[in-house]
């Protein structure tokens, strides 16, 4: 599981659902939550909370002006590829931390992945757990 701290900057609510801005480091990561500040007493703005999101969730990017819908994009460099038969287990340094992202070893092969590559780590943004 990957896990950071973040602080939250801005909590958009339409009934019992949320969008929240969230902060780490120069880094913003957006998540939805079924939750809103009038019933939640952690949904508020500058509270410290930490952002999960699974391996298996983060998608790599190797075109750094890919315009798409995804708003969860960390730049980071490849310390670590780990292949299996099937899969490939990715290790990117960034800003935030250590980002694993697990994804199948014909993508990763397809992509041409090297150590010290620069790609993006992106996360859709319901993929985003927030933990307080």
């Known amino acids: 599981m990957n896990r950071f701290k973040s602080i939250i900057e801005e909590v958009e609510s339409e009934g019992s659902m949320s969008l929240v801005k969230l902060k780490s480091g ?16 952690y949904l508020f703005i500058g509270n410290e909370i930490e ?6 969730e983060v998608i790599i990017d190797t075109n750094t002006n890919h315009n ?10 490849i310390e670590k590829i780990e292949h299996t038969a099937i899969l490939s287990k990715i ?14 070893r014909g993508s990763a092969e397809r992509l041409n992945l ?18 307080h």
């Open 114 to 131: 090297k150590i010290d590559d620069t790609v993006f780590a992106m996360i859709k943004t319901n993929e985003i757990i927030l933990s």
């Open 91 to 104: 290790v990117l340094k960034t800003e935030v931390g250590t980002i694993t992202s697990i994804i199948t």
């Open 26 to 41: 120069n880094n913003f990561f957006t998540s939805i939550v079924l939750d809103n500040p009038q019933n939640s007493n």
């Open 68 to 77: 798409s819908s995804l708003r969860n994009r960390i730049l980071g460099n």
């Open 51 to 56: 952002i999960l999101f699974k391996e298996t």
